[in-house]
């Protein structure tokens, strides 16, 4: 037996609880996996708290990542002792997820982790990081260089963003960092921002197409804010988009696209393609800095989820949140 997260549904409510559960009731998937942390991400404060429709069926064990060491596998692929990384395929969603002890997936949801890495390191990432690196892969492979001017990061004060922030940072971008909380501006300068605009600036209504002052963004929000940010791309400008925590909306025109060549690109880290997940770790374990993991992430024991899920969906929460499953 082993500790889990499970979420149960009681009269129409979405209750967590800490409970005790056995390899047996586990999902079936060629790898069994003994888990060593998850990361509390937006969608698992969503999942915890009821807020959002993310889960369909239950029991659910949530966790949308994990990082581990293999017990037993069915794939030759992997071999006991070996660890890895899955991020995505929805675990935590509609397959059991991270916060359990023991986990068992399908080989294909795997990446080995990266020598460069620590299983704690990666969980600092996490999927947030992962959706981060895609995003600056995306507007690299956009041709949007350090020298075309600043790059504007929304959502910067959470996982996605704050990762984001610090990886364009280190590459030699100019990031201006969008947050709603002033009291996050010299912790998002630490991490690399060369200034802040507030989010209630970002959700002034905008013109079809304002003035230009961005050679990209990573947005990580959706709706009113990024029509906003494409209404400011520059000519020829690109916008690497992977979140919907504003709304699912865009209002905007094909003004930007056609008149400006704005390139908006959708960056989706759930089915993400192995060899682009290997570059996408590649990428953090190379050039994310030591300074990321020691000013942007905290570390919490399962029974402590619901409570920083509830902290998340009322957006308290900073940076990363590791859940230590060997508390």
């Known amino acids: 037996m082993f500790n889990a997260l ?51 069926e239950f029991p659910m064990v949530p966790g949308i990542d994990f990082v581990g060491t293999v017990v037993s596998s069915d794939d030759l692929r992997y071999q006991a002792g070996q660890q890895v990384v899955l991020t995505g395929w929805g675990v935590g969603e509609n397959h059991w997820g991270g916060m359990a002890q023991k986990a068992r997936v399908k080989a294909d949801w795997l990446v080995p982790l990266n020598d460069s890495l620590t299983p704690l390191q990666s969980m600092q990432i996490g999927t947030a990081g992962l959706t981060a690196s895609l995003c600056v892969m995306a507007l690299q492979q956009a041709n949007v260089q350090p020298e075309d001017g600043e790059i504007l990061v929304t959502g910067a004060s959470g996982g996605v963003g704050s990762v984001a922030v610090s990886l364009l940072s280190q590459l030699g971008y100019q990031v201006v960092a969008v947050t709603g909380r002033a009291e996050n501006e010299a912790w998002l300068k630490q991490l690399g921002a060369s200034r802040i605009v507030m989010r209630d600036e970002m959700l002034e209504k905008s013109r079809a197409l304002d003035k230009q002052l961005w050679a990209g963004a990573v947005d990580t929000v959706g709706g009113p804010i990024l029509a906003k940010v494409l209404s400011q ?63 942007s992430c905290q570390t919490v024991a399962l029974q402590q989820v619901p409570e920083q899920a509830s902290n998340i969906i009322a957006g308290k929460v900073k940076g990363r949140i590791v859940v230590d499953l060997n508390q």
């Not at 209750?15 to 559960?21: D, G, M, N, T, Y």
């Not at 009731?25 to 915890?48: M, T």
């Not at 960056?267 to 996408?280: H, I, L, T």
């Open 6 to 56: 499970v979420l149960q549904q009681e009269e129409q409510k979405t209750v967590a609880a800490v409970a005790q559960i056995s390899e047996s009731d586990l999902p079936q998937g060629e790898v069994l996996v003994q888990v060593d942390y998850s990361s509390l991400n937006y969608k698992d404060g969503l999942a915890v708290t009821g807020t959002g429709k993310i889960i369909r």
């Open 233 to 295: 791309i520059n000519y020829d400008g690109a916008v690497a988009a992977c979140g919907l925590a504003n709304s699912f909306d865009l209002p905007t025109t094909v003004m930007p696209f056609i008149l400006r060549a704005v390139k908006l690109i959708g960056v989706d880290s759930v089915y993400c393609p192995f060899d682009k997940r290997q570059a996408a770790w590649q990428l953090l374990a190379q050039q994310l800095p030591q300074d990321y993991y020691q000013q």
